[in-house]
């Protein structure tokens, strides 16, 4: 007779981690920074060159400080962690196209708030620096550096024309390519990679990508714009970015595909509604309402909508009527 | 779905016939909860076949696999992890059939409910992982129009439904047309891994005789043999509760070869053919051994254990198997596969949340809630859950939630 261990474990397991989850993040990320890097250089902006590997380095170290020193006090003092699980290094070259201008002070607050909200929410992709950001955005507007005002109520109405509202900043190509904000191409890509690499809740970035597109595109057509008025709500205001890197982050979404897809249709309603308002920031609080009030909400009914047919036509049905209300109102106001 | 690397015995290879042993334990209890109420007692001689223990609740009979003496009981482990009262038989190697009525020439000719009653008298059970009646399955007033015949064996090392296909064709494809014809069923499909081409030729070789049987190649992935999935594959049907509802019936390969000799020598299910693999085995092989051999024995009478850092022994595959802490495992008609390996248990963190263990379920569970909220676990469908293991195998926190449902499925019964 010979004894065993007894563990009642899955003795196989697959190779998918959660540092391989990260550096798949990493290196979508680093993607994006050597293409900005790349551009610049095409473009010989060696100033911002110099100015954005400086920030990158500082944003580094600003993060990786202040979350050694939030995991020293609870007594995680593991150098790998922080690269492995905390992620500083994907976080810092996320948040540094948005500090390139940016002063020493607002540098620190913005990783400041990025360290805590990361570790508040527990999330493992990048959505914490949407925290950063708004902070950025707010910060500069009572500062009155802001370029764009942060809210348009009072020209709720004002859709633009092309040469109004894009021919200012170049063209649709411009945007594109990234002149001005972060390339929406290059999150497209960085999107599908992954989607491969099955590292994101496509199910939710597809839906929410969807209906965003979908009403931007009756809302202009009943308003008789042409086609460059989508490519222009799609590709401004970095949306592509905040979809790829911050709206699927696992914690703080549904589980569940049918969870997802809600998620992402109703979120994208208030994208829309929200674009009209606050254009500047219009999707990073979209995305912090959803994963602060919309998940639970989702989470709610996520068994209804996988097991309950009935219930499942219901909450999508009045979806859809949410979106066709928004879309008439929308309609209405110009 | 997901693919896995299955490490298989392959079906070419030999199968080991030839261990005698010598004490053999028929246990008491069987893995889906029946117990017997002993009809022999110590000192009675019994045959292969003689009746040890009866269930009054599905009327099931316990037999002996050898002849020999009751000589005691004692607990030894099966493989649902547990100590079970087993009788304790000294074999005297006579083989002689408590009631063998001789062989039947053509066994397509035997009346429903004589089918059933012979199912139930040579105690077929299923025999890939759930010992099931089988002669319940057949004794329906529901039409039975398809059969579904698993050989996929999903799980990692198990390989006996391969070894059986491969090597004995005619017998498997003789029961199935007899059982065709018995039930009026109009079409069987054998269901196979599309990898596994040996065994797919082998049977090609003979199956122009029988034109309602046709083979099934299957994707190869797991958990490509969950009864629900092949269902739905091949039929593009779902179900409530069991296949008969829409009027397909499941059976798995070496259950077919059991049925096959009850039909053809009325002989009971006295042994079996079971995998026993893995970096700790020295001889990985396909065994065909007695209904209650104690697993410990059939190391000593081939060759020692590899020597392993941590080793575990696990009955069944690497996915769907347990862990037992002793070598003291009986072999009963339920287990298709012994696995020794090394202890693969890695440090868990916390759940992220990410949704993969629904994405792959194959029952359509939400598992990370299931374990987040225990209390709902019925509302969840807790019930539905088959212990495949792919939520454990894809969890990048490697959370065992496996082993986390079956506690809380356990503790809710």
Redesign the interface.
């Known amino acids: 007779m010979k004894a065993f261990r007894q563990t009642q474990i899955c003795f196989i397991k697959s190779n998918n981690s959660i540092t391989k989850i990260n550096i798949t993040y990493l290196k979508s990320i680093a993607f994006f920074t050597i293409y900005i890097l790349l551009l610049n250089l095409i473009l010989k902006n060696y100033s911002y060159i110099a100015n954005y590997l400086i920030t990158i380095l500082l944003t580094t170290i600003t993060i990786t400080t202040i979350t050694y020193l939030i995991n020293v006090q609870k007594k995680e003092k593991s150098f790998i962690k922080l690269f492995a699980e905390d992620n500083v290094l994907s976080v810092s070259l996320a948040l540094s196209p948005f500090l390139v201008s940016s002063s020493i002070k607002e540098l620190l607050l913005v990783s400041l708030i990025t360290v805590i909200s990361k570790k508040s929410i527990k999330g493992i992709n990048l959505s914490s620096i949407l925290y950063g950001i708004l902070f950025l955005y707010i910060y500069r507007y009572f500062q009155n550096d802001l370029n764009t005002p942060l809210t348009n109520l009072a020209q709720l109405n004002y859709f633009g024309t092309y040469s109004e509202v894009v021919t200012n900043n170049g063209s649709i190509l411009s945007y594109i390519l990234g002149y001005n904000y972060l390339s929406p191409l290059i999150s497209l890509l960085a999107l599908v990679y992954l989607f491969v690499k099955k590292s994101i809740k496509y199910n939710l970035a597809f839906s929410y990508i969807i209906t965003y597109t979908t009403m931007m595109l009756i809302i202009g057509i009943f308003n008789h714009m042409s086609i460059w008025f989508v490519f222009f709500q799609l590709v401004s205001g970095n949306i592509l970015y905040y979809v790829t890197y911050a709206l699927g982050d696992s914690a703080v979404t549904p589980e569940t595909s049918e969870g997802q897809i809600l998620y992402g249709y109703i979120l994208g309603i208030i994208s829309v509604i929200l674009r009209f308002i606050v254009p500047e920031t219009s999707i990073i609080i979209a995305i912090i309402l959803g994963h602060l009030l919309l998940t639970p909400l989702v989470r709610k009914i996520m068994v209804k909508l996988k097991y309950d047919y009935k219930s499942s036509i219901l909450y999508f049905g009045l979806t859809t009527i949410l979106s066709v209300i928004t879309i008439i109102i929308l309609i209405i106001i110009k | 779905m997901?693919t896995?690397d299955k490490k298989k015995i392959s079906p070419t290879k030999k199968i080991i016939d030839n261990i005698k042993i010598q004490i053999i334990y028929i246990p008491l209890k069987s893995k889906l909860g029946y117990t017997f109420k002993p009809l022999a007692q110590v000192g009675d001689y019994v045959s292969i076949g003689s009746p040890l223990g009866k269930n009054d609740v599905c009327d099931l009979l316990l037999t002996s696999s050898v002849s020999g003496t009751i000589v005691g009981f004692t607990k030894k482990y099966i493989s649902d992890?547990s100590l079970v009262d087993c009788f304790v038989i000294e074999n005297d190697f006579k083989e002689k059939y408590y009631d063998k009525m001789g062989k039947k020439k053509d066994i397509t000719k035997y009346s429903k409910d004589e089918f059933i009653y012979l199912l139930k008298k040579c105690g077929i059970t299923g025999m890939s992982g759930n010992d099931f009646p089988t002669y319940l399955k057949y004794d329906t007033k529901k039409e039975l129009n398809y059969l579904i015949v698993n050989g996929a064996e999903c799980d990692?090392y198990a390989s006996t439904d391969s070894a059986i296909m491969y090597n004995n064709p005619e017998e498997i494809l003789e029961c199935i047309d007899a059982i065709m014809e018995i039930m009026h069923i109009k079409k069987t499909y054998i269901a196979i891994n599309e990898s596994n081409t040996l065994v797919i030729n082998k049977l090609l070789r003979y199956i122009n005789t029988y034109p309602n049987i046709k083979i099934y190649s299957l994707l190869d992935a797991y958990p490509n043999g969950y009864e629900r999935y092949l269902v739905k594959e091949i039929f593009s049907k779902e179900y409530h509760k069991t296949p008969e509802e829409v009027g397909i019936i499941t059976e798995n390969v070496s259950t077919i070869y059991a049925i096959y000799e009850a039909l053809k020598y009325h002989k009971p299910l006295s042994e079996r053919i079971i995998t026993i693999a893995g970096p700790g085995i020295k001889k990985e092989a396909n065994y065909k051994v007695k209904i209650g051999t104690n697993f410990?024995e059939v190391?000593l009478k081939t060759e020692e254990?590899n020597k392993l850092k941590?080793?575990?022994?696990?009955a069944g595959g690497?996915?769907m198997?347990?862990?037992?802490?002793?070598?003291?495992l009986i072999v009963t008609k339920d287990l298709s596969c012994i696995?020794?390996?090394n202890?693969?248990?890695?440090v868990s963190?916390?759940c992220?949340?990410?949704?993969?263990?629904?994405?792959v379920c194959p029952s359509?569970l939400?598992p990370?809630?299931i374990i987040e909220k225990p209390d709902c676990a019925k509302?969840?469908?807790i019930d539905r859950c088959i212990g495949c293991?792919l939520c454990?195998?894809?969890?990048?926190?490697?959370i065992?939630i496996?082993?986390k449902i079956?506690k809380i499925k356990e503790g809710s019964k």
């Open positions: 997901v896995i992890a990692v410990s190391i254990y941590d080793p575990v022994l696990i690497l996915l198997g347990l862990s037992i802490p002793s070598d003291e696995v020794v390996t202890n693969y248990e890695e963190k916390e992220i949340k990410c949704g993969k263990c629904t994405e359509k939400i990370s809630m509302k969840l469908k293991g454990s195998y894809v969890c990048p926190s490697k065992e496996r082993d079956r």
